[in-house]
């Protein structure tokens, strides 16, 4: 009957009339198709509720932070044992406060809660001013117009590494960063000049018109440094990349200084090295061997290995930071070439930077994300959330991280890292630097970057010291310290 | 006092628009006709304790006579609609005539906290729409033959989506409004009911081939235009309505298939064409990358729905005013922030019965034509929730349509009344066709 209406309607004598019980079945199909996805959008909103929005809020875009700290009690931060670094004190009159146990000691990593925000306090802000006590509980408080007690946030630091690493900068500007190889976890993060966060509100002024001091900027994430010559691992790795078959035939005879297309690179100190192969360039951080190197080098391909390595790009970090800069491309002079191999020229760097870089190396080039929150425990006990170490991803092919290390093994055994060669228990490697920030080329940043153990990496330290002198001398001794605190706290 | 009353209050209108909702639902398994009423009329006391308890908050958070006059009002407008249509209009569909008057509720609420100016003209125009559409039943009771006026209505239809082409100015990439002495008019809003009733003419005489394609080169050349003024929100809505009218008219899954894959080269090609479009697309795929720019709304709208939780901040205790454009595409959210995601779930549940009774009077007339426009009318209505709440949740990228009943906007507002009163009006008449029958 239907299929004869059809055929009628080809021939267009009669008009197709619409089957009703065929209507009425479509329209109870759209029906349950969009009853459907409504069910879908409501599962979704309640997923998201749950799960995503606590994550999402936690953003310094989101200008509700005041309402919070009206309803809540901020939270404690925590070492990863479980040493108080931050909580909440009321006073008598009920007016609240922050105390930091430490003083100025995570002045940084952690920061502070009043006069805007930093570190922990800044990142972790909405986590802090969340309650996950008992929903009941909760209801209670909110109808007797009491605050609810805010989630604690435990952070992966260390207070004895931190510590070790903050006494052995002393009174020198820089920054101190140890993270774990293999879970990407922050261990510490120390940088200087600092401030005590128990007096931020009566220091303010103070801390914040002396522009030169600059006590408030986290080095270790926000300093922009020339590289020195720690930046010949990246040097070295595109040579390796590049040249792979003839790296081991590579040899150089240094006089102290290399010229090159009418530019000079001079050696640290004018030391010549004499004759040298691409280990004891390294180990010996012979610049005019470097800078050799860099004449041979294919400048779009160093670009891209850069690249690979984060400088010029967004760092895999949840805090604010700035991004290195290197400014290799096709049209770069031969000078401009041969000052970045050596890491001097234009070439900026944060600390935290390099000491990713290292840390990919060590772990074979997997670059596990840096991070400084371990958990949100509600108050009282029981975890809300808790943070996995996070692969980011292999920035390195594992063959030249073999090379790499072999080399800043080198370094400590024979080269200019030789103060870290007698420790305690434990092998180090690493690089060493000495980078010029003037025109007065007699004073320099003291830098350090290396691993240890040299078998089976766990941690790396990353050191500069403004103004301290060369790397070796004045870096090297603060790494060991730091490395040190880190042997003793896995032997208990 | 203050917070104590505002946060028993929170509970409270959770508890009672969740009672709401759920009897939104029951009363479909409910065959008995005096206990349907009886549900009825307990919605019709929770709607008002919603109401007032409300305004007792913003009175009370603001100590602002204004909203007592409002309060006032408000819901005088509310309950005199509920008994007009109960007097007058005796076989209406009750579970439709509360639903509007409840999602009308949490627009003056909402509205009056977020901007009492605005909500003052939305009242105005909901009254005065009110007005006008209660005839609409009438109207529809004696007069049969709109059937015949199809090509007319498409001919008024496209004359109007060509004078938007032509006179309008582009917001935000799109053209949607034409200005007549002063008053904004979004005719795209009143050319969606005139194209339902075109198609349903088309399709109801016969579902012949030549027929389906004259319906869809109806279809197309409204389509077109909207695209052409950018009007992309209307375009997918118009599309979608189109497709799911031919559905019901020939019963042929091919068409929805061959019509899905029809829309998403042409999603695909808009992606490519428009700008604004990549711009939202990736404001939905990373909205916190893209704050500074074009995550912004999305961002903040999410910062609000999750700030808000399960049981809200409580009225007057969110900041619901940093999400742009709040009082329209974003009202979701700011209900959410203030009075929780669960009542804010109610609500969705509460627009999703109004669909699902729109489909059932729809199977229920005997008519082809009605069964066109009813299914019509309720695939407008839902999808445009599904758009709006889908984007402003990050289900879906922002379409920037509104909220029918409760977001700002007089023509929208306008329009979903009109859509109400025309399924009342052939509910009623329907039931007295079936009667003469007899």
């Known amino acids: 009957m239907k299929d004869n209406r059809r055929e009628n309607s080809k021939t267009g004598t009669e008009p197709v009339k619409i089957d009703k019980k065929r209507a009425n079945r479509s329209i109870a199909y759209v029906t349950y198709a969009f009853v459907l996805l409504f069910l879908v959008l409501i599962v979704y909103i309640v997923y998201y509720t749950i799960f995503r929005g606590p994550e999402d809020i936690n953003n310094s875009y989101n200008s509700r932070q005041d309402i919070y700290a009206k309803r809540v009690v901020r939270g404690q931060i925590l070492s990863r044992n479980g040493d108080i670094l931050a909580k909440s004190v009321t006073d008598e009159s009920g007016r609240e406060e922050r105390e930091y146990p430490y003083g100025p000691l995570f002045a940084h990593a952690v920061g502070f809660s009043e006069k805007g925000k930093l570190g922990v306090e800044a990142n972790a802000n909405i986590r802090l001013l969340t309650s996950n006590r008992p929903l009941t509980e909760r209801v209670i408080n909110d109808f007797r117009g009491e605050k609810n007690l805010g989630n604690d946030v435990y952070t992966t630091l260390d207070p004895d590494i931190q510590r070790a690493a903050y006494d052995a900068l002393g009174s020198y500007k820089g920054a101190v960063i140890a993270t774990d190889i293999k879970t990407g976890e922050i261990l510490c993060m120390v940088s200087k000049p600092d401030f005590d966060p128990n007096l931020i509100e009566e220091e303010w002024d103070e801390i914040n018109s002396d522009q030169k001091k600059g006590a408030l900027l986290n080095r270790v994430t926000q300093g922009l440094y020339p590289p020195g010559s720690t930046f010949k691992i990246v040097t070295t790795l595109e040579y390796l990349k590049e040249h792979e078959d003839i790296a081991s035939e590579y040899s150089f005879e240094c006089n102290g200084s290399f010229s090159y297309e009418g530019s000079k690179i001079n050696c640290y100190h004018d030391r010549s090295h004499g004759e040298v192969d691409l280990l004891s360039s390294f180990s010996r951080s012979c610049n005019a061997s470097y800078a050799n190197i860099s004449t041979t080098l294919d400048k779009e391909a160093f670009r891209n290995t850069c690249e690979e390595l984060l400088f010029n790009k967004d760092l895999p970090l949840k805090m604010s930071y700035k991004q290195s800069y290197v400014p290799i491309n096709n049209d770069s002079s031969a000078d401009e070439l041969m000052q970045t191999a050596i890491g001097q020229g234009k070439t900026q760097m944060t600390p935290i930077h390099i000491n990713i870089i290292t840390s990919a190396i060590a772990n074979n080039g997997v670059l596990m994300r840096p991070y400084i929150i371990d958990r949100i425990e509600k108050n009282g006990g029981g975890v809300i959330r808790q943070y996995a170490p996070d692969e980011y991803g292999r920035i390195i092919d594992e063959k030249y991280c073999l090379s790499l290390r072999e080399m800043m093994e080198e370094v400590v055994k024979s080269g200019t890292g030789t103060r870290l060669s007698e420790t305690d228990g434990y092998t180090a490697a690493g690089k060493t630097g000495s980078a010029e920030y003037s025109s007065n080329k007699v004073m320099s940043h003291a830098w350090f970057t290396g691993y240890a153990p040299c078998d089976d990496p766990q941690i790396a330290v990353t050191v500069i010291a403004e103004e301290a002198g060369s790397g070796g001398e004045m870096a090297v001794p603060i790494a060991k310290k730091v490395f040190d605190a880190w042997a003793a706290s896995v032997v208990e | ?438």
């Not at chain 2, 125009?125 to 209505?153: G, W």
């Not at chain 2, 799109?174 to 050319?191: A, C, H, R």
């Not at chain 2, 709006?388 to 909220?403: C, E, M, Q, R």
């Open chain 2, 1 to 438: 006092m203050e917070l104590i009353t505002a946060e028993a209050v929170k509970y409270i209108l959770i508890l009672l628009i969740t009672v709401y909702t759920i009897q939104c639902f029951v009363v479909f398994k409910q065959q008995d006709e005096e206990k349907a009423n009886s549900i009825y009329l307990r919605q019709n006391v929770e709607m008002i304790l919603i109401h007032f308890l409300s305004f007792l908050v913003l009175y009370i958070g603001t100590k602002d006579v204004q909203y007592i006059v409002y309060y006032a009002v408000s819901q005088i407008t509310t309950v005199s609609v509920v008994i007009f249509y109960r007097i007058v209009y005796r076989g209406a569909n009750k579970l439709l005539l509360n639903n509007m008057c409840m999602l009308l509720t949490v627009s003056f609420i909402i509205l009056s906290r977020l901007s009492y100016y605005k909500a003052i003209r939305q009242i105005l125009v909901a009254i005065a729409s009110l007005i006008v559409t209660s005839t609409i039943p009438y109207i529809l009771m004696n007069f049969n033959n709109i059937r015949r006026f199809y090509y007319l209505f498409s001919g008024i239809g496209i004359f109007l989506l060509l004078m938007v082409l032509v006179f309008s100015h582009a917001v935000n990439g799109s053209k949607l409004n034409v200005n007549i002495g002063g008053v904004t008019f979004q005719p795209s809003e009143f050319v969606k009911l005139l194209f339902i009733f075109t198609i349903a003419g088309i399709l109801s005489r016969s579902v012949d081939i030549r027929n389906i394609f004259i319906s869809l080169a109806i279809a197309g050349i409204h389509i077109i235009l909207l695209v052409l003024s950018k009007d992309l929100g209307s375009a997918l809505i118009f599309f979608m309505i189109y497709l799911v009218m031919l559905y019901v008219a020939t019963g042929r899954l091919l068409y929805i298939i061959s019509g899905s894959l029809a829309g998403t080269v042409a999603a695909l090609t808009s992606y490519k064409l428009f700008a604004h479009v990549r711009v939202r697309v990736e404001a939905f795929t990373d909205p916190f990358g893209k704050i500074d720019n074009a995550g912004y709304q999305i961002a903040q709208s999410l910062f609000a729905i999750g700030t808000g939780g399960f049981f809200g901040m409580g009225l007057l205790q969110g900041a619901p005013e940093k999400i742009p454009v709040v009082v329209s595409d974003f009202v979701f959210s700011a209900i959410a922030e203030e009075m929780g995601v669960i009542f804010a779930l109610c609500l969705i549940l509460i627009c999703v019965s109004c669909f699902i009774m729109f489909m059932n009077i729809s199977i229920k007339f005997k008519d082809p034509f009605y069964k066109l426009v009813g299914a019509g009318l309720a695939v407008t209505y839902i999808f445009q929730v599904f758009l709006t709440i889908g984007g402003v949740t990050k289900f879906i990228p922002l379409t920037g349509v509104t909220l029918p009943l409760i977001s700002y906007g007089g023509n929208s507002i306008m329009v979903t009344l009109i859509m109400f009163a025309i399924i009342q009006g052939l509910y009623v008449s329907k039931d007295k066709e079936s009667h003469e029958r007899q």
